[in-house]
């Protein structure tokens, strides 16, 4: 018989506390997972929404993300049609976006207020996908005629404040690129809620072609290369970087600041969760193993006596709590697993966050590597939590322990 | 086989140290079935630990097979009970969660026989001991003389040279004590093993070609020789 299995049937002496034990190992591997897949899904969404939002790759001006323009679009991208053609012949990239960033005063005639707008292409919409809330009339239309009155997207607070409804004539009022002041009268197409009610309070989108004639400008602020491989992205950065050595070509993450600032906070707080469930863990199995060796002291002195060494017997101590921490590992993964099925066929929703005005279903991601970090730390620290209960008493001098009552 | 020489032995007691064995010189012959007799507290378990080694004396040393022990390291020690030694407990002391086959084949797992030999050896024990349809059972489903007899099975399926027994007989009725008795004789001359046993039941010593019989932790001059004096 090896020592696993005599570990094994060790297991079987006292059933309630090894349950209790294999219990208790499980609910911290399910809270692990669970932590840990609610980050993953955090991470992964807002990873999603980032490469939605600018594009996996963003072609500027060098210097656009890196100092303050003296005037509107003097940091501006120009010849941006030939560069969308060159780069729409790429069967890697899905689409290209041309995006134009800008602020002034919004007017209703009796009001006026501060806006921050962006000229956007309107296949943005079919593009990014569903960014934001559309709560009446219609989304940009597919084209304007010159002779068409320019339309704009108003975030719904803005409209509020302005009295505005789809239909309602404004007038936009910005610094050109030469410097100049001009206005541009515009239709409210639509009104949009992003979610975020300090964005809803100034957010104005319009046609691309509006915008450049409001600034008097055919640049535009940044090009937004969205490729058909999410994981392509740093291959794409890379290539485009060696193509357009004179641009700035930026990752999607270095300007997912939200995403940046998610991540370092749930890491941390997640991360003190999993370190407090993989205590409460090596707590469970230091007192289970601690039981255990003082129960079976006079079982250590027989087997010393016939000639086992120190450390088979505590192999077969720290075999029993690893069996403990990897069958834990696998009932709390079946756990989790069927948590994460739960939230799912249930939909179960998440308040909005602090600053936002909806909110988002909650979802467990089921990472694999996790699950295998999980079982591996788990064991680990039940086996350290074992090593230190049991090392000094199969240390007894085998005559003490033959003698314990 | 194994000689004690001037062994004394000492534990911490209240404020200073009590002695529990005084010079005492022993040589357990090969073959013999030996008997330590004397009072409950005059040593006799003290001196089956320094046999079995399991204990180390304070003064003295202790030769196996010619081999001094006053100097090896714990796992030399080991080593030797490992392969050599076999030991019965007044309690058993059986492994509660193994079954009977598994309890007697601890030893031989500790030297690593093979399987084949390893079946064949315990099978034979088992036959010896006659627990043959209880292998499956775990010591639990057993009589205490049962679980004797898989103590002894399991003390002998190693073919030890020496057999360390400490109160075999103490916890069983007398009818039990006494098949025991005769079945560690019997064994022990068929599996040609030195058996030593620390005993206070006077049954015993007629079974025993040497009693020793200590009082006080010393070892007094009379050694009865069980077997010649039956003879003359």
New interface residues.
């Given amino acids: 018989?090896k020592w696993i299995a005599?570990a094994w049937?060790?297991l079987?002496?006292n059933r309630r506390r090894t349950l209790a034990t294999l219990l208790l190992t499980a609910i911290g591997v399910a809270g692990l997972m669970s932590t840990s897949g609610f980050a993953l899904y955090t991470y992964e969404s807002l990873r999603e929404f980032s490469m939605r939002d600018k594009g996996h790759v963003i072609l500027s001006h060098p210097l656009y993300f890196e100092q303050e323009e003296d005037t509107p679009m003097a940091l501006g991208l120009s010849g941006v049609t030939q560069l969308q053609r060159t780069l729409g012949a790429d069967p890697g990239i899905r689409a290209t976006l041309a995006s134009l960033q800008f602020n002034g005063l919004i007017t209703n005639g009796d009001k006026s207020t501060i806006f921050l707008g962006e000229g956007v292409e309107p296949e943005v919409f079919q593009v990014q996908g569903p960014m934001m809330t559309l709560n009446s009339g219609r989304l940009l239309s597919m084209t304007l005629n010159t002779a068409d009155i320019p339309q704009v997207l108003l975030g719904q607070r803005l409209a509020e404040a302005l009295n505005a409804e789809p239909g309602s004539g404004l007038t936009l009022m910005s610094t050109t690129a030469g410097g100049l002041l001009n206005a541009l009268d515009v239709e409210v197409r639509g009104i949009v809620s992003s979610g975020i009610p300090d964005l809803d309070a100034r957010m104005v989108m319009t046609h691309l072609g509006s915008a450049q004639e409001l600034l008097m400008t055919d640049k535009v602020s940044q090009l937004g290369v969205y490729l058909r491989d999410n994981q392509a992205d740093r291959r794409y950065q890379q290539q485009l970087q060696e193509q357009y050595p004179d641009l700035g070509v930026t990752p999607w993450h270095e300007r997912a600041f939200f995403y940046d600032s998610v991540r370092s906070l749930y890491n941390r707080i997640f991360g003190v969760m999993g370190v407090i469930l993989l205590v409460m863990v090596g707590f469970a199995i230091f007192n289970t193993a601690s039981m255990s060796v003082l129960e079976r002291t006079?079982?250590i002195g027989?087997?010393?006596?016939?000639?086992?060494?120190r450390r088979?017997v505590l192999s077969v101590f720290l075999s029993e709590a690893a069996l403990i921490g990897l069958l834990g590992s696998l009932v709390g993964l079946v756990l989790s697993g069927l948590l994460s099925l739960g939230l799912i066929l249930f939909d179960v929703q998440m308040p909005p966050p602090p600053g936002q005005t909806e909110g988002y279903p909650l979802q467990l991601y089921f990472s694999p590597l996790m699950a295998l970090l999980s079982t591996a730390l788990v064991s680990i620290i039940a086996v350290l939590a074992s090593l230190f209960a049991t090392a000094s008493s199969v240390r007894k001098?085998?005559?003490e322990a033959?003698n314990y009552v | 086989m194994l000689t004690l020489d001037c062994v004394s032995k000492s534990y911490a007691s209240g404020q200073g140290y009590q002695k529990v064995l005084d010079q005492v010189s022993l040589t357990l012959e090969p073959g013999r079935f030996t008997a330590l007799v004397g009072p409950s507290g005059c040593g006799k378990s003290t001196l089956l630990?320094l046999c079995?080694l399991?204990?180390r004396p304070n003064e003295g040393r202790v030769v196996w097979q010619e081999e001094d022990l006053s100097a090896v390291s714990d796992?030399r020690l080991?080593?030797?009970?490992?392969?050599r030694?076999?030991?019965v407990?007044q309690?058993f002391?059986l492994?509660?969660?193994?079954s009977v086959w598994?309890n007697i084949?601890?030893?031989l797992?500790?030297t690593q026989t093979a399987k084949a030999e390893q079946k064949r050896r315990v099978n034979e024990v088992i036959d010896a001991v006659g627990l043959s349809d209880f292998i499956r059972k775990r010591p639990d489903e057993l009589s205490g003389g049962q679980r004797q007899r898989v103590a002894i099975a399991r003390a002998l399926v190693k073919q030890p040279a020496l057999i360390i027994a400490d109160e075999p007989t103490a916890s069983l009725d007398e009818d039990t004590a006494l098949t025991v008795i005769r079945l560690m004789k019997t064994l022990s001359h068929q599996f040609k093993t030195t058996v030593v046993v620390a005993t206070h039941d006077s049954r015993l010593t007629p079974f025993c070609e040497r009693v020793y019989q200590l009082d006080h932790g010393r070892l007094l001059p009379r050694v009865q020789r069980a077997k010649e004096e039956l003879v003359s």
């Fill in positions: 018989m005599f049937k060790n079987g002496r006079r079982e027989t087997l010393a006596a016939m000639g086992t060494r088979e001098p085998i005559t033959l | 630990n079995g399991i204990d796992a080991t080593e030797i009970r490992r392969q030694l076999g030991f407990f309690s002391n492994i509660p969660v193994m598994d084949a601890y030893p797992m500790l």
